[in-house]
């Protein structure tokens, strides 16, 4: 028997002693042992009574108690005192959370699964226009613009966007949702305003600086083939110095070329009504025909149409980025190689494959292959004229298109470049 229950034990038999002294002394056992019983009833009744009153927060105290009377509220006082000091601790974590975000200069706000606002920081009610009135409305009721709305109701929060802040347009808010539990998401709302201008002063430069470099360029190239052209204009020893030249001038047209093309792509709007069903077999055959026709000697180009699904996209782009695939798997493959072309459909659309046998690349090289002007070592042998802005281009384009470019190589194999579209891009 534990310690509680002894002294209960002793509270009974102290009062059975006294039930029984007093019941012989006056000779009414049975009414004593009456006494005796209703009393300890009465007694128990008097602490659930204490007890039921602290429960019921009516009472701050709990009695002493006797017997195991004393053992139940002595463990409940304990418990009380661990529930208040974790109280007092969550308060105080809760607190320097709340000025932790309140400080954040990023507008943050908790949304429940109907998008629902429930509690929000002072930068959302600069960024975002919010007011304490506007808790429990629905915050596509109040950002309006139908791109985030459009966003919301997708529910795909992979990407974050970008849109005017609404109580000053001149804002540019990037806006990234974050589902953190099965029915809570966080909005984040980041002023980027400057780094967007700053964006837009770098790509307006270097489109400026490729545009004016264009007509020097092409003027000293004109020369230059006159000169290689005009047998008696330049002495045998200065004829490999000129062809070096007019090689490192058509690679730094094609370097203007890319970058003018790459800065069209960053700028210019992704119109839908430039996009259209795009037969991918025809186009790709159309690039094999005038990849073979530009390169002498290479390794033979195969290509396999698996499917006659067609593609929703910008023609002009697609031509862009798979040229740029397959003149890349034509320079990095010796001609005693084999390259394929494949077009197919897959469980959630569709994809263009470019495979080869040549070189191949190092792994480490792989994450940094769509960065501009990288090149894995080597590249300059195979390719003189490489600009290493293809596969950015390449990335761009597929961005446009919703798709994502898989790479896959082993030095001294091969190369697999995967471009994948989803379902909803390809018309069968
Ligand atoms: P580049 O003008 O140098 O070809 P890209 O951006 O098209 O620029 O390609 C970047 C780099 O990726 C290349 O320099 C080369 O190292 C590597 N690369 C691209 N395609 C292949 C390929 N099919 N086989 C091996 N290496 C490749």
């Not at 409940?76 to 932790?100: E, I, N």
């Not at 070329?257 to 790709?284: A, C, F, M």
């Not at 919703?402 to 891009?425: V, W």
Request: glycine share 6%.
């Amino acid at each position: 028997m534990t310690h509680p229950w002894r002294a209960e034990g002793a509270v009974l038999v102290w009062g059975l002693a006294a039930a029984f002294l007093i019941g012989w002394l006056e000779n009414r056992i049975d009414l004593a042992l009456m006494v005796l019983f209703g009393a300890y009833l009465g007694r128990h009744l008097y602490y659930l009574r204490h007890l039921l009153a602290w429960l019921q927060e009516s009472s701050p105290l709990l009695p002493d108690g006797t017997g195991i009377w004393a053992e139940v509220f002595h463990r409940l006082r304990l418990m009380q005192r661990r529930h208040q000091r974790r109280k007092r601790r969550l308060g105080k974590m809760l607190k320097r959370f709340r000025q932790a975000t309140e400080a954040l200069p990023d507008a943050t706000v908790v949304l429940d699964e109907n998008f629902t606002i429930e509690w929000f920081n002072p930068a959302a009610a600069q960024l975002l226009g919010l007011r304490k009135r506007d808790m429990g409305l629905r915050i596509h009721d109040l950002l309006r613009s139908p791109r985030f709305v459009e966003h919301l109701r997708r529910r795909r929060f992979e990407h974050p966007i970008t849109l005017p802040a609404p109580p000053n347009e001149r804002l540019q808010l990037e806006i990234r949702v974050i589902s953190y539990t099965k029915d809570r998401y966080l909005l984040i709302a980041q002023d980027v305003t400057q780094i967007r201008l700053l964006e837009r002063q770098r790509r307006d430069f270097v489109a400026h600086a490729s545009h004016e470099l264009r007509t020097p360029i092409t003027v000293l190239k004109g020369y230059l083939e006159t000169l290689i052209d005009t047998e008696e204009a330049v002495s045998e020893p200065f004829r490999p110095v000129l062809e070096r030249m007019d090689q490192q001038i058509r690679r730094l047209q094609y370097l203007i070329d890319d970058l003018l093309y790459l800065g069209r792509l960053e700028t210019s709007r992704n119109e839908t009504r430039r996009q259209k069903p795009v037969d991918v077999g025809r186009l790709l055959d159309d690039i094999r025909r005038e990849t073979e026709q530009c390169h002498d000697r290479h390794a033979p180009l195969q290509l396999e149409i698996a499917s006659p699904a067609r593609l929703l996209g910008n023609e002009e782009e697609l031509r862009s980025a798979f040229t740029n695939l397959i003149v890349n798997a034509v320079k990095y493959t010796p001609a005693d190689g084999s390259i394929t072309i494949r077009w197919y459909e897959t469980d959630d659309g569709a994809c263009l494959e470019v495979s080869d046998t040549g070189e191949g690349i190092e792994p480490e090289h792989l994450p940094r292959l769509t960065e501009r002007f990288y090149r894995a070592p080597g590249a300059e042998i195979r390719n003189p004229t490489g600009t290493g802005l293809g596969l950015a281009i390449v990335k761009h384009v597929l961005n446009r298109h919703d798709g994502r470019l898989e790479i896959d190589s082993r030095p001294g194999h091969g190369s697999q470049f995967r471009c994948h579209f989803p379902s909803q891009r390809v018309c069968p």
